[in-house]
């Protein structure tokens, strides 16, 4: 087993229950971790034989441009199609909201959704 860490993949995106968040957009913070069976990989030095993590980014650009309004949902979205790639045997996936409109100062608001096959 091995794990393939995207971490702090940065998109603007449209998400959040609040109607300013539809039209003003917000900076997110993406990362993923994608546990895979890395045995055949390591001795074949193929990218057939591994997870793409090419792949992987498309699918975080793709998912963060629907919107909606919950980062849970998006982060979910995310964590499935990730799980629907070749080789892919589990999935954690982070979604980070780095500014929101509400008065309170926050180090870190984000979400943490893991799916297995």
Same mark, same amino acid.
Do not use: C
């Given at each position: 087993? #091995? /794990?393939?860490?995207?971490? #702090?993949? !940065?998109? %603007?995106?449209?998400?959040?229950?609040?109607?300013?968040? +539809?039209?003003?957009?917000?900076? %997110?913070?993406?990362? /993923?971790?994608? *546990? *895979?069976?890395? !045995?055949?990989?390591?001795?074949? =030095? @193929?990218? &057939? =034989? *591994?997870?793409?993590?090419? &792949?992987?980014?498309?699918?975080?650009? &793709?998912?963060?441009?629907?919107?909606?309004?919950?980062?849970?949902?998006?982060? #979910?979205?995310?964590? !499935?199609?990730?799980?629907?790639?070749? !080789?892919?045997? +589990?999935?954690?996936?982070?979604?980070? &909201?780095?500014?929101?409109?509400?008065?309170?100062?926050? =180090? @870190?608001?984000?979400?943490?959704?893991? =799916? *297995?096959?």
């Amino acid at each position: 087993m #091995g /794990v393939i860490s995207i971490e #702090g993949v !940065k998109v %603007f995106a449209y998400h959040g229950d609040l109607p300013e968040e +539809a039209i003003l957009g917000g900076h %997110f913070l993406v990362s /993923v971790w994608v *546990t *895979t069976n890395m !045995k055949k990989v390591i001795k074949s =030095d @193929k990218l &057939k =034989d *591994t997870v793409n993590y090419v &792949k992987i980014i498309e699918i975080i650009n &793709k998912e963060m441009q629907i919107r909606s309004e919950m980062i849970e949902h998006v982060a #979910g979205r995310i964590a !499935k199609k990730i799980l629907s790639l070749n !080789k892919v045997e +589990a999935v954690k996936v982070e979604l980070e &909201k780095k500014n929101s409109p509400i008065d309170v100062s926050f =180090d @870190k608001i984000s979400v943490v959704v893991e =799916d *297995t096959n």
